[in-house]
């Protein structure tokens, strides 16, 4: 199975202070997505980015929530002012190479508000 | 509007015994994918299966084996002979072709433990 890579694993915060989080979907990929999974529940979408755009956000993705591609195979998630309700497991994922429907998700990173 | 049911929040089997996970999915659209994947306890998001909406034929894949029926929209995952690396908890999920994007919309997941 192709890899997604994100960094860090585990990023802990205070509380107002600005997070990013990086992701290396897989190569020469167009699309690729943000993630969020509260800790029980269930995986729930954040924003779609192709070709270097935001192609789909959702209610959750407010102002608060940024995505960028700083260099030709990163792409960054940044929080704002975080708040204690975005500790979460954040996840990018990536349709295969070569294209197709499924999606191959990162290994996750654990953001932890305190 | 697009939604993902899965009923069972936890089931607990003895090892070697089936195991039924139940999807049920909401769309409108005609053309559509649904997928599952499982999560481990290390966290991370293993892509399981892909079914496309005019495929209904069954598929088998070693001891899993997944159920399309479009007719009572499910979308049903079963393993045969569970093991206990079957333990994790399993997410059936929705992709609308309308949506242009791909984004998922994930079910609740259903958490299975299998026991020795």
């Known amino acids: 199975e192709p890899e997604v890579t ?36 269930k995986v729930e979408f954040l924003v779609s980015f192709y070709n270097n755009e935001i192609s789909e956000k959702s209610e959750i993705f407010d102002d608060q929530f940024s995505v960028e591609r700083p260099d ?41 508000v305190l | 509007a697009q939604k993902v049911t899965q009923a069972q929040t936890e089931i607990s089997v003895v090892e070697k015994e089936d195991v039924t996970l139940d999807c049920v999915y909401e769309t409108r659209d005609t053309t559509y994918y ?19 909406s005019f495929d209904e034929q069954n598929e088998i894949s070693g001891r899993y084996s997944w159920n399309f029926q479009k007719s009572t929209s499910s979308f049903n995952f079963t393993i045969t002979a569970s093991q206990v690396v079957d333990s ?29």
């Not at chain 2, 999560?39 to 998001?45: F, K, T």
């Not at chain 2, 999920?93 to 079910?107: D, H, M, Q, R, Y």
């Open chain 2, 88 to 116: 994790a908890v399993y997410f059936c999920a929705l992709s609308e072709v309308t949506s242009n994007t791909g984004k998922l919309i994930f079910g609740q997941g259903t958490t299975l433990q299998v026991k020795p």
């Open chain 2, 34 to 52: 649904l997928f599952w994947y499982k999560q481990p306890p290390s966290g991370e998001l293993v892509f399981l299966i892909r079914r496309n």
């Open chain 1, 6 to 41: 994100q960094t860090p694993s585990h990023q802990v915060t205070q509380m107002g202070q600005e997070v990013i989080l990086r992701c290396v979907p897989i190569s020469n990929h167009l699309y690729f997505y943000w993630y969020r999974q509260i800790l029980g529940q």
């Open chain 1, 72 to 112: 030709g195979s990163n792409f960054t998630l940044k929080i704002r002012s975080t708040k204690l309700e975005d500790s979460a497991m954040y996840f990018c994922a990536s349709p295969p190479e070569g294209g197709g429907d499924e999606q191959f998700f990162g290994p996750g990173t654990r953001l932890t």
